[in-house]
Nanobody, 119 residues
Framework: QVQLVESGGRLVQAGGSLRLSCAASGRTFSTRTMGWFRQAPGKEREFVASVSWPGGNTYYADSVKGRFSISRDNAKNTVYLQMNSLKPEDTAVYYC????????????WGQGTQVTVSS
């Protein structure tokens, strides 16, 4: 079992930065691929970024490449999403997720944290 709790979301002006955190509990965190997803009002949930275990491989959605950076601290059981040059279209609820390295389904999800970017 893996429990995920996101934090760090808030209101920020366009062009600003935020760092989201996802604290994980459960002994299998260090073997999981971790990811961030987001869901804007009226839209489907979309992939943002992921990081493999132990952290060598990262992947990003085209819409955030060059602006967002995902990282993980396995000693702290925490994954981060550094978001720079934020745009109003980045406004969404951001979710942390976990999956087994060889799986395609993300089987653990956090409750989400709201990020609002004002123009």
């Amino acid at each position: 079992q893996v429990q995920l709790v996101e934090s760090g979301g808030r209101l920020v002006q366009a062009g600003g930065s935020l760092r989201l955190s996802c604290a994980a509990s459960g002994r299998t965190f260090s073997t999981r691929t971790m990811g961030w997803f987001r869901q804007a009002p009226g839209k489907e949930r979309e992939f943002v970024a992921s990081v493999s275990w132990p952290g060598g491989n990262t992947y990003y959605a085209d819409s955030v490449k060059g602006r967002f950076s995902i990282s993980r601290d396995n000693a702290k059981n925490t994954v981060y999403l550094q978001m720079n040059s934020l745009k109003p279209e980045d406004t969404a609820v951001y979710y942390c997720a976990a999956r087994r390295p060889t799986a395609t389904i993300w089987d653990y999800w956090g409750q989400g944290t709201q990020v609002t970017v004002s123009s």
